[in-house]
């Protein structure tokens, strides 16, 4: 399966974003999806997924109550819906999918097999 991140931007910071996720060359129901962050000089974090079976989700802490995670099988796409965003949640923004990680692995991105090329997110103050 191939993934396109799209949506980033500049936002003020209480400000909004969607980031959107499309597959292409398979069936995006069938992987369990991730979205990471990466900001400058740091390691590639864990922010929230959504499981392929069953649709359940987990979050970072950091993220909890702001960003929402979802899926429209019907359009093969992904979302996080970004809220209340603050200028430390700036970082490139990554989607990502496998098909058979279990769900204690889930905020592990060595553990995803298919990539996106990330989207940038800027938040001001």
């Known amino acids: 399966v191939q993934l396109q991140a799209s949506g980033g931007g500049l936002v003020q910071a209480g400000g909004s974003l969607r980031l959107s996720c499309v597959a292409s060359?398979?069936?995006?129901?069938?992987?369990?999806v991730g979205w990471f962050r990466q900001a400058p000089g740091s390691e590639r974090e864990f922010v929230t997924a959504i499981f392929r079976r069953g649709g359940s989700t987990q979050y970072a802490d950091s993220v909890k109550g702001r960003f929402t995670i979802s899926r429209d099988n019907a359009k093969n796409t992904a979302y996080l819906q970004m809220s209340s965003l603050k200028p430390e949640d700036t970082a490139v923004y990554y989607c990502?999918?496998?098909?058979?990680?279990?769900?204690?692995?889930?905020?592990?991105?060595?553990?995803?097999?298919?990539w996106g090329q990330g989207t940038q997110v800027t938040v001001s103050s």
């Open positions: 060359g398979r069936t995006l129901s069938s992987y369990s």
């Open positions: 990502a999918a496998d098909s058979t990680i279990i769900a204690s692995s889930i905020g592990d991105p060595n553990q995803y097999d298919y």
